[in-house]
Structures are given as C-alpha cells and as structure tokens.
T-cell receptor
C-alpha cells in the first residue's frame, strides 16, 4: 500500500545544477500537486495538475517546471538550482479536489 | 491578500491535558477549511470543514468552523505523547486550481 512515493529523499546540489524530483501515486487519482515547505511559512503550492496532460502554476512557480507524464507520475524539475530553492518538497495527490495524500518529502539543499 | 494565521505557534502540555489550537483567516470566498497533522514527514489529513457551526469529530479530536467570526478551532482532549506534531490549518479556495493557503502551523509537544 505505497500511496504517494517521492524520490530522492535527500539531495544536495550546487548552485546552477539541475535535477528532477520524482513523484508517483498508486491510488488512480486525477489531481497531483507539488508544494514546498519552509520554516515558519507553511506549505506553498508550486504547481498543480488536475489530470494527465494538464498543469497549472501555483503561488511560487518561478524556477521550476513540471511534467505530468501519465496519471501516476508528476515530476518537478529545477533547471538551474539557486540557494533560495533550499526547502522540503512535498508531492500530494487527490481524488477529491484537495490534497489528501502526501509523500514523505524530499529535503533539498543548494549550496 | 488572503491570509491564514495560526495560534499559538508552539505549545507544550502534559499527557491528559486538553488543548485548543486556533486558526483565523482573512479570505473572502473559499470552499472549505482543512486541518492536517504533520509528524516527522508527510502531513496527514484530519478534517474538512465546509459549514459553519457543525462540529467534526474523530476520536479525541474535534474541530469547528465559525464563518461569521472567521476562525476555526481544533480541540484535542486527553492528549497523548503521540499527539506531538505540527498541526496545519489551510483554506481550500477552489477545486479548479487545487490551491490551498496554509497557516504557519502550531507545534504541539505533549510531555509524559
């Protein structure tokens, strides 16, 4: 019973490097989300996908791109990492319109 | 600007105590208010509140929404050490965007 699976769990990057965070869900949900969580700021929506093939910007999309490859997978890409993108990233999915199931997060540090 | 504010930011209690966590908001139109519990990793969904004055209950946890006074409370009775977590309140604006506005969270520590 995996739910939402994120990889990797931890990553350290240098400024300017690129990387892709992976997310997969096995609950046949239409909606998937990417959030970032910074101390004292709650969670902020980066991108949202209502269904396969569609994506929409959230509150803080700058510096990120996403791909909804199929119903299961929703990836987040940092093209040129910046120290301001140091954060914990959560992927979530939903069959009911709001994020209901979250992955365990990816802790990303950018030096 | 839409805003969600939680109080207190942190709280330390002893097992058996009752706690009340507060969530106030400045949002003009929204669908629901949500509560999540976050232990070390992923937030887990607790409650969804849509109508004012109707209490939602799950075991020792309960929550209510007051749309007139623009706040919600989360009550935990007979606290246990396993209740130690960050409790997040969020306003669900619109299912078309999936957008939630989160508060900063309340960190609850329950001591034995």
């Amino acid at each position: 019973n995996a739910g939402v699976t994120q990889t990797p769990k931890f990553q350290v990057l240098k400024t300017g490097q690129s990387m892709t965070l992976q997310c997969a869900q096995d609950m046949n949900h239409n909606s998937m989300y990417w959030y970032r969580q910074d101390p004292g700021m709650g969670l902020r929506l980066i991108y949202y996908s209502a269904s396969e093939g569609t994506t929409d910007k959230g509150e803080v999309p700058n510096g990120y791109n996403v791909s909804r490859l199929n119903k299961r997978e929703f990836s987040l890409r940092l093209e040129s990492a910046a120290p301001s993108q140091t954060s914990v990233y959560f992927c979530a999915s939903s069959g009911s319109g709001f994020p209901q199931h979250f992955g365990d997060g990816t802790r990303l540090s950018i030096l | 600007e839409d805003k969600v504010v939680q109080s207190p930011l942190s709280l330390v209690v002893h097992e058996g105590d009752t706690v009340t966590l507060n969530c106030s908001y400045e949002v003009t139109n929204f669908r629901s208010l949500l509560w999540y519990k976050q232990e070390k990793k992923a937030p887990t969904f607790l409650f969804m509140l849509t109508s004012s004055g109707i209490e939602k209950k799950s075991g020792r946890l309960s929550s209510i929404l007051d749309k007139k006074e623009l706040f919600s409370i989360l009550n935990i009775t007979a606290t246990q050490t396993g209740d130690s977590a960050v409790y997040l309140c969020a306003i669900f604006l619109n299912s078309n965007t999936g957008k939630l506005i989160f508060g900063q969270g309340t960190t609850l520590q329950v001591k034995p």
